[in-house]
């Protein structure tokens, strides 16, 4: 193992050599500790939140893009929201919103989730781009819900693996992708058909291997480790490995433009009864303060608007 696969909050890629399957792997440790810290989530909510992490860098690590991927999860179960953000370069948050009188009795993901839908969004900077793909909540499992989602928007078989606890989160996905490329001559189409059948093979063995795999393993195990369980016996090659680390991206200037947005009237009528107004981030619970000072600046002249002032905190 080296000396960055000691520690958590990571992810890599692997794939099988001459074979049509790939995948991912990610741990977090820090990161999750830090993305939930101001957060009072019960244990059941804490773990699925964990979850969909994990869920959202396996997803992100699959494309090749500048942005921002979104999973949502939105039902009329004990867990009426959850989202998870995962940037192209490996920064996280999430949030969920619950039912706290519900929660006791909720004992399985059916129960968490109820009926609903799964959306995966990108957002790519480059090309103002956005890409959403929706799928039901599958009642066994948030993996089952995602291994829906590739069979239903890209056609690739995949099968996700996730865990989570109060220390970490991790997860893996395996994907059999399609046939590439071919050799020439009267040959082909065998040489083909039996590296499509490998492929399938490979893959197929895998997922029953990574079934095998209780939570504790995978929290704890490192991608070497693992992946030599899975894929005993075959040319897997592991790329390196990438940093993952807890980011809200609230700032000043965003709390100021929604408090523009809601106009002058209406912030001035907040500021008269409560004489500052605040707003909370609903992903790191950071307040914004925004006082009489400020809100003048705010909706004053164009030279005159400074967003915040020592106020804003």
Known sequence: MSALEKHFDLVRRFTVEHQAVRGQWVRLGPAWLELREHADYPLAVRQLLGEAVSAAVLLASTLKFEGELTVQMQGDGVIRLLVAQCTHDFQVRAV???????IEAATDFAALAGKGQIVVTIEAERFASRYQGIVPIDSRSLAASLEHYFESSEQLPTRVVLAADDAGTA?????RLPQQGGIVGADSSAASAVREAESWTTYEQACES?????????????ATDLMQRVFSGLDLRLFDAQPVRFRCRCSVDRVSGMLRSLGAAEVDSIIAEQGAVTVTCEFCHKPWRFDSVDVARLFGSPGEQIPGSSSVN
Do not use: H, M, T
């Open 210 to 222: 990574l079934q095998g795999i209780a939570s504790d393993e995978l929290l704890a195990r490192s």
């Open 171 to 175: 997860g893996v996905l395996i994907q």
């Open 96 to 102: 969920a919103r619950f039912d706290r009188e519900r």
